[in-house]
């Protein structure tokens, strides 16, 4: 676990709101325009600050759902009930409004080209924002490293980002595999269960292709998860994680 | 501690909206911070599951000397029950949370100069880095228990390392070793651009604040 020396001072910086996208009801991408922005790694994130008329303010983290490309920046925020932040940036936030932002942070939790693979990108609910960002910088590099999607919705409606990621599953190299965890469409055809041992042994790389692993979600399937893929023989030096609790507030 | 939910209106160019907020006394929570009941999970890998059998903690000073501790020696040291504010960098802070842990004191009590800078080391890989003063003087503790009960593997049991009063990375998780020196070498999270020292109320997160 060595780490890249990125130590310069991280400033903020103000970003227009230059589009919004609706991912699902309780989902919004906000794409930020940052002039000058220094460029970032797939899989980074940057904190987000807001400022209230009285002068509080609250900052929050939200991982950059795609790969570097100039000035832009996409983050996919996820509305957290009784928030502080996140009912703002889905239900209120226009474009052409500004907001505050540093970053990128974070550099261990990242995918480019030159770590290689195979990849193997697990995500649960809407710890799926970074991995989209290694898979977009896969696809958009033009990279022949071979990828293996795996995500855990609650819903159809709560599928993230899934007409991009059928156009990606008919790519060579990449294999897109998604759960529905509450409830399916009759017509689904992929699997209706938690993500389980058997799921990654049907679905996922084994162990002996030696594949980097990333896994993103809610504390509880990010545990799960990665104690299995232990379990089942993957080296815990080749799994990157990234949790985030029920406390996304 | 009670929390008043209250308002808020978040100032933009279109003249911004009111959310919901949540207040808590100011003396208690730094700068960027907010305060949960939960207690979220952050690790760079998988959880490692180190049973108490095979667990064992090393203390090596600035020469070299090595002093270690398995679990029921460990068990025999005094320990102490203290009630410490968390601040987690990214951004929650948790309030009047109950720890039972050994003080590095206690650890350091046959050294008298260990050197002036520390790295901590864990089982699974994790370093992080911090000066001595800031585990001596009852500062740090190696917490094995947790509000009343064990500490879970998640939260890194069997022990973790507490530093209260700094950002809450630099309280290892699983730890296994205390390496002293006199020169400051940069731990995990350091290395990517995370503050070496890492004071909250100063609002340290990332190098260069």
Redesign the interface.
Known sequence: ??????????NWAITEVVELLEESPRVRSVVLMSPGWAGHLSGQHI?I?????DG??????YSIATPEEGDLLTITVELVE????S??LI????V????EIRGP?????VWDEALGGPVQLIGGGSGVVPLMAMLRARVRTGSDVPFRWLSSARSHEDLLFQNELDGMASRDGVTVTQTLTRSHPGDWSGPTRRVDKAMLDEYTWPPGDRPLVYVCGP?GF??NV??S??EIGHG??L???E?????G? | MPVRREARAWQSSTGGSAVSGVEAPADRVPPGQYVTADFPVLSAGPTPKIGSDRWRISVTDREGREQSWNWAEFSDLPSEEVTVDLHCVTKWSKLDTVWEGVSVDTLLADITDPGSHLLVRSYGGYTTNLPTNDVTGGKAWVAFGYDGEALAPEHGGPARLLVPHLYFWKSAKWVNGFDFSDHERRGFWESYGYHDYGDPWLEQRYSGD
């Open positions: 676990m060595a780490g890249a020396a990125i130590q310069r001072r991280l904190d600050r807001l400022t209230a008329e509080y303010q609250a900052q929050r983290s009784d928030g502080e932040v009912p703002y239900e209120d936030l226009q052409g409004d500004q907001i942070i974070g550099g261990y939790f504390t990010v545990e990665a104690t893929l232990v815990a030096d799994i990157r994680t949790r985030f609790g029920p406390s507030r």
